[in-house]
């Protein structure tokens, strides 16, 4: 499958969990391994799975001790007592389905368990299917929603979230605006810049900023626009001094 842009992956990802959030409990254990693949593979959900283990790597870390050896009840009480945010429940959810699917041999139930093992929930398997959506998957998903929609990016190999995008949207307003005073060049300009504008929604923070300065270079050696006006364009858009040479 070819890397999807923000719009695509955001409706993808709705489709997968809303087809696993009403699934039969004994088809969970081929969609969860799928989904979890899927978000691997595609650029912007798998970095977003590792922010999530870098913005959580303290609960991350408490999950990931050895249940074997240590206290489980006391540890268990600990642990859930954390999760006093929507986000956190996110994050553990994540971290139990991943580490439920890293076992070999999956089952009927296999996912749907993890109710029991931590919130002992009284009834049959399908009152085990509700806690399973309600305490890990549903959370996870709002989490991943959320990335999408209000993070902020922390590193060059992060990706915009929708929140991001909307204040690029203004600076290129101002861009166009300030576009329409070169005259000579402006068509040639604003083509490229509109390929910039479309761009962001599948790119990095890092790739994308190399496709704009990639792109005013050859602006400044097809003679369109000079080097002190290409870097003064670039700032309006990205809000950063850039230099090209």
């Not at 595609?42 to 050895?66: A, G, Y």
């Not at 971290?95 to 749907?112: D, G, M, P, T």
């Amino acid at each position: 499958m070819r890397n999807l842009n923000l719009d695509e992956i955001t409706d993808k990802i709705s489709d997968y969990s809303s087809d696993i959030r009403y699934s039969d409990r004994e088809h969970l254990e081929i969609k969860i391994p799928q989904f979890l693949q899927f978000l691997n593979e595609q650029p912007i959900s798998k970095r977003t799975v590792e922010r999530i283990q870098e913005d959580f790597s303290e609960l991350k870390k408490m999950l990931s001790e050895d249940r074997m050896t240590m206290n489980w009840r006391i540890n268990k009480k600990e642990i859930l007592n954390t999760l006093t945010a929507r986000e956190f429940q996110g994050a553990f959810g994540y971290f139990e389905i991943l580490n439920k699917n890293n076992s070999e041999n999956k089952y009927s139930n296999h996912f749907i368990e993890l109710a029991n093992d931590w919130y002992e929930p009284r009834g049959d398997y399908y009152k085990y299917h509700e806690y399973f959506n309600t305490y890990f998957f549903e959370p996870f998903i709002e989490l991943l929603e959320w990335y999408f929609r209000e993070s902020k990016i922390e590193k060059e190999k992060d990706y915009f979230s929708r929140e991001e995008i909307l204040k690029y949207e203004s600076n290129f307003e101002t861009f166009e605006i300030q576009l329409q005073k070169l005259g000579f060049g402006q068509q040639i300009i604003f083509d490229e810049t509109e390929e910039i504008k479309e761009l962001i929604l599948g790119l990095n923070k890092k790739n994308w900023t190399e496709v704009i300065k990639g792109k005013f270079e050859n602006l400044i050696i097809d003679g369109i626009i000079s080097l002190e006006m290409a870097e003064m364009l670039i700032k309006i858009i990205t809000g950063e001094d850039l230099k090209l040479r």
